[in-house]
């Protein structure tokens, strides 16, 4: 499977922006879906995943009620909504998905909040 993350842009802190993840070559609801981002001089960090079938949510603890992942089956694709975006989300965001134990990621889209 090839995943293509896209939304990323400039936001001022406080605003809101809607990543997307898009699937090509097999059907996405079997998979696990996450996004993870990196900072400038950090480690790349979890973010939020959904996981397939039920579709169970997960969120890093700095999320805080902030953003929501969600995922459009027919659309082969996953979304995840920002909220309350504050300068410290700044990053490269991967999408990323698993299914029997192989890993597959996406490139990364760039979020930029200014303050």
């Known amino acids: 499977v090839q995943l293509q993350a896209s939304g990323g842009g400039s936001v001022q802190a406080g605003g809101s922006r809607r990543l997307s993840c898009s699937a090509s070559?097999?059907?996405?609801?079997?998979?696990?879906v996450a996004w993870f981002r990196q900072a400038p001089g950090k480690e790349r960090e979890f973010v939020s995943a959904v996981k397939y079938g039920v579709g169970t949510t997960y969120y890093g603890d700095f999320v805080k009620g902030r953003f929501t992942i969600s995922r459009d089956n027919a659309k082969n694709t996953v979304f995840l909504q920002m909220n309350s975006l504050k300068p410290e989300d700044t990053a490269v965001y991967y999408c990323?998905?698993?299914?029997?134990?192989?890993?597959?990621w996406g490139q990364g889209t760039q979020v930029t909040v200014s303050s």
């Open positions: 990323y998905g698993r299914r029997f134990g192989i890993d597959y």
């Open positions: 070559g097999r059907a996405f609801i079997n998979y696990t």
